[in-house]
Nanobody, 126 residues
Framework: VQLQASGGGLVQPGGSLRLSCAAS????????TGWFRQAPGKEREFVAA????????RYADSVKARFTISRDNANDMVYFQMNNLRPEDTAVYYC????????????????????WGQGTLVTVSS
């Protein structure tokens, strides 16, 4: 499976962006999608994840109530809507997928994801 993240760009504080994660070469079902980000000079961190079987969501505290995950089954796309963006949200954002099921608490761990997109840069600045 190859993942392609897109939709990043420059946005003013308070603005919104919708990131997309497109998959190709899929031969098995996928059970979870995660979004991670890496800010300049920092380690990659967990942002949000969803376990598709029951749509159990997990969000980092810093993005709760601002970011949300959704899926377009017809086009095999996963979207990441980001609202009320802040300068501290500036980072390269990565989507990732796992073809296995885990307890909901595991979806914040990078190690469970088998497939990763190449990242898309989000810059929040006035």
């Amino acid at each position: 499976v190859q993942l392609q993240a897109s939709g990043g760009g420059l946005v003013q504080p308070g603005g919104s962006l919708r990131l997309s994660c497109a998959a190709s070469g899929r031969t098995t079902s996928y059970y979870g999608t995660g979004w991670f980000r890496q800010a300049p000079g920092k380690e990659r961190e967990f942002v949000a994840a969803i376990r598709w079987a029951d749509r159990k969501l997990r969000y980092a505290d810093s993005v709760k109530a601002r970011f949300t995950i959704s899926r377009d089954n017809a086009n095999d796309m996963v979207y990441f809507q980001m609202n009320n963006l802040r300068p501290e949200d500036t980072a390269v954002y990565y989507c990732a997928e796992t073809s296995r099921t885990y307890n909901s608490g595991s979806y914040s761990r990078e190690s469970i994801y088998e497939y990763w997109g190449q990242g898309t840069l989000v810059t929040v600045s006035s």
